[in-house]
């Protein structure tokens, strides 16, 4: 794939990804601290489940870029992310304060932008 020419349906699927993460991981922002936090934080506040739940959230996102070419070690990465999101986010009180500021959709995101060479301004202005 030329680096330049994104096909727009792969451009629409990196957009609902980058929402998605969104609202998992930034969707909210605490008023006066600049931290922000999503569904996986408030997920996370749910015992027993609630990791569980965002983790499932996650792999749509990791499996959306199995779909679209991204390779293997990359999904190894992302799937790390995920599962030490999850494992760490379900550590009682810590992980619910770990979740706000580990962000593994973001992360995983971002590898699968690195991976087509684009940025968030790209998807922004529709970059083909």
């Known amino acids: 794939m030329e680096k330049n020419h994104i096909p727009l349906e792969q451009l629409a699927r990196l957009r609902r990804i980058r929402g998605l993460a969104r609202l ?6 605490i008023p006066g601290t600049g931290v922000s936090l999503g569904a996986d934080s408030l997920l996370g506040l749910i015992p ?16 959306e870029a199995r779909r679209l070419g991204v390779p293997n070690d990359k999904l190894i990465k992302m799937l790390v ?7 760490a986010g379900s550590v009682p009180v810590l992980g ?9 959709n973001r992360r995983n995101v971002q590898l699968v932008l690195d991976h087509f060479d684009l940025d968030h301004a790209d998807l922004d202005r529709g970059r083909r």
């Not at 619910?96 to 593994?104: A, C, E, G, P």
């Open 48 to 63: 027993g489940v609630g990791d569980f739940a965002a983790a499932a959230v996650s792999l749509i996102i990791v499996n």
């Open 24 to 29: 998992m991981d930034t969707a909210l922002r």
């Open 81 to 87: 992310n995920v599962g030490f999101d999850t494992v």
């Open 96 to 104: 619910d304060v770990f979740d706000v500021y580990f962000k593994s």
